[in-house]
């Protein structure tokens, strides 16, 4: 019996073979999905912190929606990007990616802390670069941008709810 | 991130098309800086100019390095809004910088990984100066509508 090849008569996929590896693209758009799902995690729950606490700290909401809406938005256009090949095998989870930092008690602490994190987005986006297709890394640039944006407002947030 | 190799398609025309940006809001913060006089804003208006001139300066340099003559400023420039007060001056400084940070995505989308590095550095050094003028922020700085509704399958 000849392979199924030679009787088609020419080289085309191994249908029988491991599922492929996904792109490097894939890789890289699947942490920066993670990451922007945990970011959004963790807005929701220092508002639900700041709805609880009320008095001034209620009043977080109106800084931090906007830049919540602005997280939304980033994974909306991430996700629109990611195209898997069909039957790939799933990337392995980062070890971060694995073990979030909890967001720390206290509306102040909480802030401060979403502060930190959206500093270490912007540097995380531009370490993403490397690789990137021309596309991709210039939808890096742009949310990373984005975020360091965001680290100015929750300064401001901060001053606010200062004890 | 001077280079002594020949430069990927595409290179020296990004570099210029930011030079160009550059070169507009040098002159544009100069006429922004003469409406927000006495005031915060002015001493931002000049900190935003010098940084402006910092960059202009630097695409020099590397154009310069890849064996390229850096395009020249004009004389003038055509305002792309009428500036009459201090209001009109901060919505010219917000449009200079988003044109700024559209133009850096141009170096962004080359491969040479310096290049491409210090074209993010600015996207981002330009939206925070944005969002400071228009006191908020936005989801994709210098991204194009047309970019962002049109995704295309990724090389």
């Not at chain 1, 790939?88 to 967001?103: D, F, G, L, M, Q």
């Not at chain 2, 004389?75 to 500036?83: C, G, H, K, N, T």
């Amino acid at each position: 019996m000849l392979p199924l090849a030679a009787v088609s008569g020419c080289d085309g996929p191994d249908v029988l073979a491991a599922p492929p590896s996904p792109a490097p693209d894939v890789t890289v758009l699947r942490g920066a999905i993670a990451a922007e799902q945990l970011m959004i995690t963790r807005y929701t729950t220092v508002l639900h912190q700041a709805g609880a606490a009320g008095g001034s700290a209620g009043s977080l909401a109106g800084a931090l929606q906007p830049l919540l809406a602005e997280h939304r938005a980033h994974l909306a256009q991430l996700r629109s990007r990611l195209i898997v090949p069909a039957g790939s095998k799933a990337s392995p989870a980062t070890p971060h990616e694995r073990a979030p930092a909890p967001v720390p008690p206290g509306v102040s602490a909480s802030v401060a802390f979403l502060r930190t994190a959206e500093q270490d987005a912007a540097t995380t986006m531009l370490e993403r670069l490397h690789g990137a297709s021309s596309s991709l890394a210039q939808l890096f640039a742009s949310i990373g941008a984005s975020e360091a944006t965001h680290v100015p407002v929750l300064d401001a947030a901060a001053a606010q709810v200062a004890p | 991130m001077s280079s002594r190799v020949r430069p990927a398609p595409g290179t020296i025309q990004a570099l210029q098309t930011a030079l160009t940006a550059e070169h507009a809001a040098v002159y544009g913060y100069g006429v922004a800086g003469a409406y927000l006089t006495g005031s915060a804003q002015a001493t931002a208006a000049t900190s935003d100019w010098l940084a402006h001139q910092v960059a202009r300066d630097h695409l020099e340099a590397v154009l310069r390095s890849l064996g390229a003559q850096p395009a020249a400023a004009a004389v003038a420039y055509q305002l792309p809004v009428p500036v009459r007060n201090p209001s009109q001056a901060v919505a010219l400084a917000v449009l200079l910088e988003e044109r700024i940070a559209t133009a850096y995505l141009g170096l962004v989308a080359l491969s040479n990984a310096s290049i491409r590095d210090y074209g993010a550095r600015q996207v981002q050094a330009s939206a925070l100066r944005a969002a400071a003028w228009r006191g908020d922020t936005v989801a994709f700085p210098g991204m194009t509508s047309a970019a962002l509704a049109r995704p295309r399958k990724q090389s």
